[in-house]
């Protein structure tokens, strides 16, 4: 199968950037699927989520440890200035 696969390789490197892009796209929601199918079906262990290598992704802990204290006053002031919506059947 890998053989299969480094075969395919050369092929692929010839397709501009955004095809080589897109086709790895696909391969990998493939392989997710297919690992999702074969651990529900009991013919593979469940791994740990890979960690996105995009870069992209935060940690979400501490992530609001920076916003001023008094941000939910400042909400609930806002909340209360603005008039309310009237129901759907007065538009």
Do not use: C, F
Request: hydrophobic letters at 40%.
């Amino acid at each position: 199968m890998i053989n299969r696969l480094n075969d395919m390789l050369p092929h692929l490197e010839q397709l501009p950037q955004e095809t080589q892009e897109e086709v790895m796209a696909y391969i990998e929601v493939l392989i997710e699927a297919l690992e999702r199918d074969a651990v529900a079906h009991g013919r593979m262990r469940q791994t740990l989520p890979a960690i996105p290598q995009t870069g992209s992704w935060k940690d979400p802990v501490g992530a609001w440890s920076d916003l001023p204290d008094t941000m939910l006053e400042e909400l609930d002031q806002l909340r209360h200035a603005t008039s309310p919506t009237p129901p759907i059947e007065e538009l």
